[in-house]
């Protein structure tokens, strides 16, 4: 059976996966060299290692290459303070070039074959000029990555109002598709400082539960409903999805919590 195990190319950045040779013998912590579809990077090992059934996997992965040497480590801090003064230089070059453009990130793969810039921008951005002049000063293949909103919240970082990391720069590979009918279907208020994230887009978490809720919303009446209850007339004015209870404000003004199973029987 194949293995794998978890590794993080930068300090609190997400964890992804690798194959891994059986004979390496690694623990959490040790430096590793990944092959990954940049070439190959110098990353850390986050996770134990792990038997998978590969033909699970939904997608192929990439290899660890081997344990880093100590020569390896001086090699990728070398590569880092490079990367710092490569983006300090990227942004003076964008200000020359009068490009509408916020580069945020630089960074080299372990051998240098490639060096990536990645941007943000609220539009197009024609870039020719400014990568020949990277490359011309650089001397390797230059990248330049236009990313959205969401994707710099992924690049840079923090914590959302749950209190625990982003979800999109600790795991998240991809960005699912959320709609504001999935907090809707939480009944969670519609305020956007409630329901959005750091990037200003809807909360990613509010994917991950929107089934189950769909699920327990079944046979329950809505919010202003005109409903009877055991002889008597009234409306839902609130109800609790988790626990699939609703209450009932009776004509006389009295109110009542009704159980779902309880009013089904």
């Known amino acids: 059976m194949d293995k794998i195990v978890g590794v993080t190319l930068k300090e609190n950045e997400r964890i992804q996966y690798f194959y891994i040779d059986e ?28 038997p998978i059934d590969k033909s699970k996997l939904k997608e192929d992965l990439f290899s660890v290459e081997r344990v880093a040497t100590k020569k390896d480590y001086y090699t990728n801090k070398e590569n880092l303070r490079d990367s710092k003064q490569a983006l300090k230089k990227g942004k003076e070059l964008a200000k020359k070039y009068h490009l509408d453009m916020n580069i945020i990130d630089a960074s080299y793969t372990f051998d240098r074959e490639q ?8 539009s197009r951005i024609d870039f020719r000029d400014l990568a020949k002049e990277l490359a011309s000063i650089y001397k390797t293949r230059i990248e330049l990555r236009q990313i959205g909103v969401r994707d710099k919240a992924q690049e840079i970082g923090g914590y959302g109002i749950c209190g625990r990391k982003l979800c999109c720069s600790k795991f998240l590979k991809e960005f699912d598709s959320v709609s504001i009918s999935m907090a809707k279907n939480q009944n969670l208020s519609l305020n956007p400082s409630k329901i959005n994230g750091i990037c200003g887009r809807l909360l990613c978490c ?3 539960e929107d089934e ?49 199973d309880e009013s089904i029987k």
Not at 32 to 45: C, Q, S
Not at 116 to 122: D, R
Request: glycine share 10%.
């Open 23 to 50: 004979e390496e013998k690694v623990k959490i912590g040790y430096n590793v060299l990944v092959n990954t579809e940049r070439g190959l990077e110098f990353g850390k090992i986050a996770t134990a290692v792990h």
């Open 115 to 122: 060096l990536m810039f990645k941007f943000y921008a609220s």
């Open 206 to 208: 509010l994917k991950y």
């Open 212 to 260: 189950t809720y769909k699920d327990l919303r079944q046979g329950i009446p809505k919010i202003g409903q005109a409903i009877e209850y055991e002889g008597k007339e009234g409306k839902v004015i609130s109800i609790n999805i988790l626990k699939r209870h609703y209450t009932i404000e009776l004509k006389d003004g009295n109110t009542i919590e009704v159980s779902l």
